[in-house]
């Protein structure tokens, strides 16, 4: 009799232990929500007409032809010298100058050598365009030309051939200035030695923040530039560069392999997206939030009546958008209960916490049958309340941050940001395999002033 009721306690004990072992809910996550879309990065192009036309004065000063063999077929000796500085105007991609000359002709009458003076204004224009390999290209052509003042001999018989000296001038001077035009050209406006240099340093992570040791990485995608439009002072346009930017907190990530500069590609602005889209995740790993959670109640003893539970271990996971927290407990009731409950970012605090946190229907079934007492005790308002966990970054004061980097900031020697920031929208906190992550979402509009450009 007595060793029937002792294998009758046996197994009320071993039965007791195992309804105490609850089954542990899955560990489960959720696709992390990434807005995955491109952004724009503006770099104004312009170019000043007056300081090309100061550039251009500049070059062509003084005699820009001169011809001293009277014997060298044309019977003439002739010099020309600019009288006047060059005026410059845009239509569309055009560019069309003036050029005033003051012409000394010595003509070979045969009988005998006359000089003449006279003064002739020169047309110019030049259409540039841009070639696939983003290279400026210039032509250069003489539209026309008009005598301000015709050669007048010396002695009255004797008639110059002015549409001579006239197709003379103009073929010397369409070299000197076509060449003098390109070479401005690609010392003011070296176009495809600044973009590539510009691209290739969009692949290079750039320190934004050294405060918050915050790293962006533009991430381009492609370029394109929009039509030139063009005013009374200046040659507008803009270069569009679509990235994937990400924002990188911590050391320094690796530099991206830069691509090749892709074909110069024209578009127009009204067909891309011009705000710049940045998105920032910072998170709390499971283990840093269960070491600051066990530090606040590993320990610590939850009393109803006579009854008592110490807290022994905590483990955090997740299954969904909800956060489980497994609670091991020892004393009146020894096993684990779990409890459910949604994370959130507390922007006053900026911390992330858990709301309405309770336990999960299981464990409530399992309890209301061996332990109800722990469901109307403090040990769940407990948990609750010690279930925040400070982020390492201040979300709103990092935006600020990244603001006031983004002003004029200097990335390279002639590249320099200038941004705008326009909105920051944060997202609830979600759950991934490696923590609890917070993601930022800042709006705005990035600008890339470029030394040669500009």
Sequence with gaps: MRRILFFSLCALLACSRKTAQLNKPMEQYDAIPVEDRLSVINIPVQINLRELEKS??????GVLYEDKDLKDGDKMMMRAEKREDIQLQIEGQTIRYRLPLKLWVKYDFGITALEANGDI????????????????ETHTSIENYEWLRQPKLKMGALNLPVGFIADIVLKQSRAVIARSIDEQARQNFNLRQLVSDTWQQMFEPVLISPEYNTWLLVNPQSIAMTPIVTTQEMLRSTILIESRPRVSLGSKPVSMTPAPLPLFVLRNAENVQQDFFIQISTEVPYAEAER??????????????????RVEDIELFGQGTRLIVNTRLSGSYNGNVYLSGRPFYNERKNTVDVRDLNFTLETRNFLHKSAGWLLKGTLRKQIESNMNFLLDYNLAELKNQLQTQLNEYKVGQNIVLDGNLDELSIRDAFLAADGIKVQVALRGKLNVQVNGLN
Aim: negative net charge; hydrophobic residues 35%; proline residues 2%.
């Design 121 to 136: 204004a020169l047309n110019f224009k030049t259409d540039f365009s841009i070639n696939p390999d983003w290279e400026m």
């Design 56 to 61: 251009l004065n500049q070059q062509l000063e």
């Design 292 to 309: 600051l959670a066990k530090s606040e109640l590993q320990g610590e003893t939850f009393r109803e009546g006579k009854r008592s539970v």
